[in-house]
């Protein structure tokens, strides 16, 4: 797809400024705690995904002649937003499965805030050529859980607080964790080539 978008561009009468979106999985996972990842950092992609990402941003890097900008966002949510929903659900039955540990942190922003940053790096000079990684909220997994398990409290009706039913956690042993990703790499790599067309 980033190929054909390419392709496209390059085709019109004068060559449109390209913001590509990316995922901050193209440049890696932060150090620890207390050393988050800066656009200063070496790329290293987390994954099958975050090396799709990244190969398709060398693409437009390469592209000769293309004004580009590309932009990592984290996890985003909002409306209509499927991923978080399935949270959501999940917390409604008496038990739920965990496969992060709950002092692990993930960074979340707003589609509303991502939106506001596209458009303001598509519309400003001095964002061409370069490459932003979207901050947001850092948020840790047992904090994520416990604000879902809030907001389902008070969407119930006629609830009582003191008769309030946890979902109770069911964390998955890493061992387990570690093989399902290894299987599921293996299998996602037998179907992904990231070989890099040449179009530019």
Do not use: N
């Given at each position: ?81 499927r ?6 659900r ?25 939106v ?28 994520l ?25 069911v ?30």
């Amino acid at each position: 797809y980033t190929a054909r978008l390419l392709a496209g561009a390059r085709a019109q009468r004068q060559m449109p400024h390209v913001v590509f979106v990316s995922s901050l999985a193209a440049g890696g996972g932060a150090a620890g705690p207390t050393r988050p990842r800066t656009e200063a950092d070496a790329d290293a992609p987390v994954g099958v995904y975050g090396r799709s990402k990244h190969a398709a941003e060398q693409l437009v890097r390469q592209c000769e002649g293309m004004r580009w900008t590309i932009v990592r966002p984290p996890a985003v949510y909002g409306p209509r937003d499927r991923d978080f929903l399935a949270l959501f659900r999940q917390l409604r039955w008496p038990l739920h499965l965990r496969v992060t540990p709950g002092w692990h942190a993930l960074t979340l922003a707003h589609v509303d805030d991502v939106v506001s940053a596209l458009l303001t790096v598509a519309r400003h000079p001095a964002a061409v050529g370069r490459v932003y990684g979207l901050g947001g909220d850092d948020c840790r997994w047992d904090a994520l859980y416990e604000a879902v398990q809030q907001a389902l409290w008070a969407t119930a009706p006629g609830t009582p607080a003191g008769v309030r039913r946890r979902s109770r956690p069911v964390q998955v042993p890493d061992v387990l964790v570690t093989g399902a990703a290894h299987v599921g790499g293996l299998w996602a790599v037998s179907y992904t080539h990231l070989t890099l067309p040449t179009i530019c």
